[in-house]
């Protein structure tokens, strides 16, 4: 196999990385390898006890009988779910709306909850 000119691929994108160096582009970054996963771990508990707040929401306001608080708490969890995909996008404007949507509906669901 013929080797391409120093900074194209076979398909002639140019790229700042040696292909023969994947293994190492995990390495770069703030960490620099050092092989610190405390952000995958704080992201999952945060997703996990996110899902419990407003799944325990949504559970008590069924058992209670308010239809109001239930959907207080499922558009606040949609209103999470899209703000997830903002972050994916890095679209951090729309993040943080749609945060700032999700916790006033959740407020509004506890509120409903509790009078």
């Not at 293994?23 to 899902?51: H, Q, R």
């Amino acid at each position: 196999m013929m080797r391409e000119s120093l900074g194209q691929d076979e398909y002639g994108s140019t790229s700042p990385f040696d292909p023969d160096d994947l293994p190492n582009l995990n390495a770069m970054g703030p960490a620099m390898g050092s092989g610190n996963d405390f952000e995958k771990y704080a992201v999952a508990v945060i997703i996990v006890f996110g899902a419990l707040i407003i799944g325990g929401l949504m559970a008590a306001s069924m058992s209670f009988g308010h239809r109001n608080g239930f959907l207080f708490a499922l558009g606040g969890a949609t209103a999470a779910w899209i703000s997830g995909n903002a972050l994916l996008l890095d679209r951090p404007r729309i993040y943080a709306l749609f945060v700032a949507i999700a916790a006033v509906m959740l407020i509004a669901s506890t509120i409903t909850l509790v009078t």
